[in-house]
């Protein structure tokens, strides 16, 4: 911790705020500046707990935390890519893997189709909402429990695996049974009781970053999980929330990289969201492909119009098979990098 | 709603426009513009699903509701303010409201020392927390159980009653036997599993808006709760995330007289969230007043300095002490122009 | 400054930045953390360019600047406030001054009839825009000169002093002869070519805050005017640019109360532009009484329905009288605040 | 336009709405919905003041403009793509152009070397600052005069076009004498003085996006330009601001293809001030190419270390080397995507 007094601190209050530095068990260094004191904390202790006291000091201008916050998930700890496994995929290696499907399972007709048109397709993931959280009480709420046995269907029929939404800690078991990959949205990434709970299931956890979460707060979302006793994680880029209304989110195409460099748990981007316009998922799935995403979540609807949910941002079959096309060049040089520079991409 | 056609838009595309809005339900009025066609949905339907299907559709270029999405929640439904009882204190009628305490209950003498002080400097409602949303996994996560028995004791003592946070929909029956308002945190607004519990709770809810939510979103969230049974509800603007970094959050102060002209329900100010800095606290508080909030939520602890969590913004007693000494001629004049403008104070 | 080196930095990088901090004149204090070694530079000298270059220097994790960046205008430089004097008002010290009139000069009859009514209201500073930044080059540029001229005839026939924008450097002179204070846009708050022009400009200036300039920002463009020969500025919130449309621009009120902690420059509210709704105007303008601003701008148009511009957000000169007459209790509490904590409100 | 009328809007403000619609010269369409009247407003009339006279007429909730505010640099004006042409370049057909140079031109060792530099890996056109925007007054402010003098000199020595900032306009005709392209920079967007001295100039104009500025302000900004008589405007993203502060600003990748849907002028990308960080600048440059921008222009110094301004996210001439050498098979998929889809990539 740095720590920096104001301009007029007064000695008693310097003293202070060394001797709270060393209750807390670190050891102090101080630096007599031109304007002001500025003191290091160095050691081991409660950092958080340190850093609260002391900003509450009197005299204190600021305190700052110099080592992260984050542990398990960092690329420090542990700087070989992590690979998270489920039935027929892998990301984090060699593989670029697509989850594709509808926003919500709506019936069986629609799901059949999506599933077998996306696997056609070559994506590797089926996704599709049994719980969706709708910000309007009026808004269709997802099949729930009859949606998460059509999934099971779907998979059955195709052997793709299965990403869905989990909303809450008391559904993590039920979730799971059918579920490959559990997802977190993006408007639950702090909700810290379904984390630790997800923390105690056996199945990967696909995290979305929040709307107006920094990327380090997406990482301490991760590090609940791990903290809990599961490290099988994958994050996603799924657009943030900014004045600019042209696109439904603005697409933070350079956190994949910034997270590459950080973490080492794989990075997905969803185009979809991120942008809320059909007409710019293909060109952002390239981007996405070329800035080294470990793979991507498309919305893909057999029918669009007819979606009850999302259907301005979903690609028709047609539409998801031609832009899979589109990116095999892409995919190539992908593959190129990755066999080179195995750690990171970025 | 008002759907916009794309400028080139076919005969065939406007026709499939149509016959789509009549299909749900929806009468059609379409008006040929100089560049483009617009048409007119009236009538009563599905609306969001509506939307989504036209949003999808080949040639269209928007389609926009007209009508707010939220029905129970709004001053159009019902213009009288709604006023919410709990034990000694009425919101949103001729009483401001000042709820205080710690941001989480540590220990019995902590809490105790504080339920004293606030109640002796005019504040009605104990805030403390037992189940605390933190950032990291490694720092102080709250008293949980123990906590709401400390609570329990603090209002048996004091007679204040309570308000407490609540994380996980699991958690609803326990918290309530206590809290005599259940609060849902910033980052469990859109957590509409939890919503939706508590529509059947029979406590109020206290219901901080999300930090990067709109004032919109805000009141669909309230309706969830409405429409699920439960309309005590009180609205809390608490900062909203911004560039700014000056401050932890930036109050959007004219948010609570945007809330007031679309909504009857309650509307209290957080200044110590908003601002992040005791300092700013008191001066925060009064604009909170002048602009005619209908309480305020202070963080107040017994020794800032030794606080587990929000040091930084807490008030000590004494300074909270002042406070409520500075805002009594602002509490003069906020109860006069209740006792005039009846409806709305905006 | 405070150097952190990456975990993994070697013996060699850390010489090599110690030698670098040396080179531009300070003394080096090097911290041996448990993680990493953090380096402390103390001294005089060129704090941006050894930041710049620190900051690419290989091994560094971040460099970060302990003392603030502006001088001239910080309250540590001169602690009390400033007073702005124009032609029959003082800003900054204990009067409540308020600027109004229309968004643009229109015609005689217009300025006119603004003027008298704002003067009758009690404002004692006419606004009105000659010279207008609009958005899209087909909207109404303003009566530019002829504009200046108008408004020299309203001062002439009230006493109003006045106060209208300039947009270019090369207008400063011909502006100057007219305006009592030269207002900077929003727009234009980083337009380095015109703050440095004003720094050579004998009237004193009103700065508003860019739409997404932070507080620091802000004071830096001060610190421009300042350094460059002028210290009558006049800062001015105005709303920042968020998420939220519900209001046309976010007011961050906070802001005022944190300008009065760091700078002993005059503060004032503009609540017709931070709201961009008529309806919310008075509301917004208690509470910068409240909270201790300096004065407000507030824009009145005797036909608002009529206005070239920005008619939304104009006050009617009925509702401006109205306004005053609301604000007299609330101005009473400002002038006993002001008589006894004479330096900062906050 | 369309103006939809509070819920309880009376006969006569209907009435008025609609003769105020018919004064502005436009035909009215009026829609009797459920909840609301909304009214249509057809026909060619001065937009922005009617829609400006309607906000502020009473009983009216909201007016919107359908048709879009720019006209000549829309695509529905000019579908085919606009290329601008300087020395030795072409932006906007089917050349992807690479801009490169420093932050600030220093001294002609210095621009000459990395002019030489980035000639040889690649760029077409030298970038380097004469006149800087600097946050501070004590920051270096640019060669000005002199520094244009060595540009000329680095072009004649390389054949190099040359790209360089304006920030005033006074400053066109002698910035214009010397400089290929005339930036404006990102705090200069909505300098309108600049604009409509720019749309007098014969020089192609570079500009770049307000950091705070929406896709349809970026637009607005170039119609300006056009609107007075330039149409050579190349646009350039270079990051927003956010919440986010992992990187210098946010990457609004999206918005290069929201810009190639909505404009036929060239589009590039500065991957530089998008991150912040020389370790980022690679992977946001292959994503530039992979969405399918016109060009880069990216900060590149012969030694970052020693840079007087932006060190921390140049790269230096190897490394600039490096990545132009990367981005060879993605420019070949640039190119076949050019050569089939000649309109728009998106």
Tied chains: 1, 2, 3, 4.
Excluded at 44 to 63: I, N, Q
Excluded at 66 to 86: L, N
Excluded at 267 to 295: E, F, M, N, Q, T
Aim: glycine share 8%; charged share 25%; aromatic share 4%.
């Amino acid at each position: 911790m740095i720590i920096s007094m104001k301009k007029g601190a007064t000695k008693e209050q310097i003293e202070h705020v060394c001797r709270r530095i060393q209750e807390f068990g670190y050891k102090v260094h101080s630096i007599q500046g031109e304007e002001r004191v500025v003191i290091g904390a160095v050691g081991v202790g409660d950092v958080t707990a340190c850093l609260e006291s002391l900003e509450a000091a009197p005299g204190v201008e600021s305190a700052v935390r110099i080592s992260s916050p984050y542990k398990f998930v960092s690329r420090e700890f542990k700087p070989e890519p992590t690979r998270v496994r489920v039935d027929g995929a892998e990301l984090g290696g060699g593989e670029f893997v697509v989850m594709a499907g509808p926003c919500s399972v709506e019936n069986e007709k629609q799901i059949m189709a999506a599933a077998e048109g996306v696997a056609r397709a070559g994506a590797k993931i089926l996704r599709g909402g049994a719980f969706k959280p709708r910000t309007s009480p009026y808004d269709f709420q997802g099949l729930e429990l009859e949606g998460l046995k059509l999934l099971a269907k779907a998979r059955q029929a195709t052997g793709l695996a299965v990403v869905t939404e989990i909303m809450s800690d008391g559904d993590v078991n039920r979730v799971a049974e059918v579920a490959d990959i559990l997802q977190v949205g993006a408007r639950n990434m702090q909700n810290f009781a379904l984390l630790k709970a997800l923390g105690k299931c056996p199945k990967p956890i696909l995290l979305k970053r929040g709307m107006s979460s920094t990327v380090k707060e997406l990482l301490m979302s991760a590090e609940y999980i791990t903290a809990h006793g599961n490290p099988n994680i994958i994050l996603c880029e799924r657009g943030i929330r900014t004045f600019e209304t042209a696109t439904r989110n603005t697409c933070d195409i350079a956190a994949v990289a910034v997270l590459h460099e950080l973490t080492h748990l794989p990075v997905i981007l969803d185009p979809s969201h991120a942008s809320g316009k059909r007409s710019l998922v293909p060109a952002l799935a390239r981007a996405g492909v070329a800035i080294g995403a470990d793979g991507l979540i498309v919305e893909v609807h057999p029918e669009p119009e007819k979606a009850l949910s999302d259907g301005a941002q979903s690609l028709s079959l047609a539409e998801f098979s031609r832009m899979m096309e589109e990116l095999k060049p892409y995919l190539g040089l992908w593959k190129a990098s990755r066999s080179v520079a195995a750690p990171a991409p970025a």
